[in-house]
Antibody, heavy 124, light 107 residues
Framework: EVQLVESGGGLVQPGGSLRLSCAAS????????MSWVRQAPGKGLEWVSA????????YYADSVKGRFTISRDNSKNTLYLQMNSLRAEDTAVYYC?????????????????WGQGTLVTVSS | VIWMTQSPSLLSASTGDRVTISCRMS??????LAWYQQKPGKAPELLIY???TLQSGVPSRFSGSGSGTDFTLTISCLQSEDFATYYC?????????FGQGTKVEIK
């Protein structure tokens, strides 16, 4: 059974940093691209960032480029999102999500499994 | 950037109703469209991909249709567990993007 479990969310001041983690199990983690998708309170879904299965390629939404860094440790089956220079508008539930296409260099950019999410609140 | 218009934003319906949700693109995306269901406090769940392919385990009362710019999600006979918010998502071009969502509520 595929499981994705996020952690690391919390309250942080504007300008601060936070690192999110997503522990994966139930599939060959290194063979699938992964993404982070966020949802501001009461709002819709916004794709944030993606990383290839090998970790060699990364992609970002314009809204977070230069501030967020996605990475993965395939030996630990864990996905990360380092968030720096946080702003109030980054307040959201952050979900990690699995790409369905098999292959370390394959992407589809739709998502067949999602974690339960972790809440990030940026406020003074 | 592809602009997406999902409608309606709110749909009031009764158990047993047939409901349809529309998703329109500003340019053609072939069949690179997915539909998700999200219940309050829960993560989204994939219902349909490639515009019309049902994800494994999803009830057959859900169906998707369309290609190019106009897409539809249909629930043939609404069940109590189907009251939720539904999102379309295009994955034809970068960045992937979601529609604004349609909340299906009890009439």
């Amino acid at each position: 059974e595929v499981q994705l479990v996020e952690s690391g969310g919390g309250l942080v001041q504007p300008g601060g940093s936070l690192r999110l983690s997503c522990a994966a199990s139930g599939f060959t983690f290194s063979s699938y691209a992964m993404s982070w998708v966020r949802q501001a309170p009461g709002k819709g879904l916004e794709w944030v960032s993606a990383i290839s299965g090998s970790g060699g390629s990364t992609y970002y939404a314009d809204s977070v480029k230069g501030r967020f860094t996605i990475s993965r440790d395939n030996s630990k089956n864990t996905l990360y999102l380092q968030m720096n220079s946080l702003r109030a508008e980054d307040t959201a539930v952050y979900y990690c999500a699995k790409d369905p296409y098999y292959g370390s260099g394959s992407y589809s950019y739709y998502f067949d499994y999602w974690g339960q999410g972790t809440l990030v609140t940026v406020s003074s | 950037v592809i602009w997406m218009t999902q409608s309606p934003s709110l749909l009031s319906a009764s158990t047993g109703d047939r409901v349809t949700i529309s998703c329109r693109m500003s340019q053609g995306i072939s069949s690179y469209l997915a539909w998700y269901q999200q219940k309050p406090g829960k993560a989204p769940e994939l219902l349909i991909y490639a515009a019309s392919t049902l994800q494994s385990g999803v009830p057959s009362r859900f169906s998707g249709s369309g290609s190019g710019t106009d897409f539809t999600l249909t629930i043939s006979c609404l069940q109590s567990e189907d009251f939720a918010t539904y999102y379309c998502q295009q994955y034809y071009s970068f960045p992937p993007a979601f529609g604004q969502g349609t909340k299906v509520e009890i009439k």
